[in-house]
């Protein structure tokens, strides 16, 4: 008796890598697609900004660096400056009645 013959199978290749996303929806003016992100492994920086309200943002960067990490970056740093914003702008505790005016030397008795 023999051994079963093993169908032969083409070597597959490595998969293909899609790119990821280097353009992003804006968070102020909401516009798909118009926040473009370049990143200077050079230099370091990365720089962030929308085409269409010329909101920008610039943070530093690093070999392991990817576009979609500075757009969280920059989401990250828009909602902590709301926070400080509205933190500091507390509203003060006020009541909708109108203030009574003090009573001076009224002798009612």
């Known amino acids: 008796m023999g051994k079963r013959k093993k ?8 998969r293909k890598k899609d790119p990821l996303e280097t353009n992003f929806t804006c968070l102020f ?3 798909d697609k118009s926040v473009s992100v370049r990143i200077d492994r050079k230099e370091g920086v990365a720089q962030l900004f929308c085409k269409v309200c010329d909101q920008r943002y610039q943070s530093k960067a690093n070999h392991l660096t990817e576009p ?5 970056e920059w989401i990250d740093a828009a909602d902590a400056a709301e926070r400080e914003a509205s933190s ?4 003060v505790a006020s009541s909708s009645r109108p203030a009574r005016a003090p009573s001076v030397g009224t002798d009612e008795d």
């Open 7 to 14: 169908s032969s199978r083409k070597p597959v290749g490595p």
């Open 68 to 72: 979609i990490d500075i757009y969280s």
């Open 88 to 91: 500091a702008r507390r509203p």
């Open 29 to 31: 003016c909401h516009h």
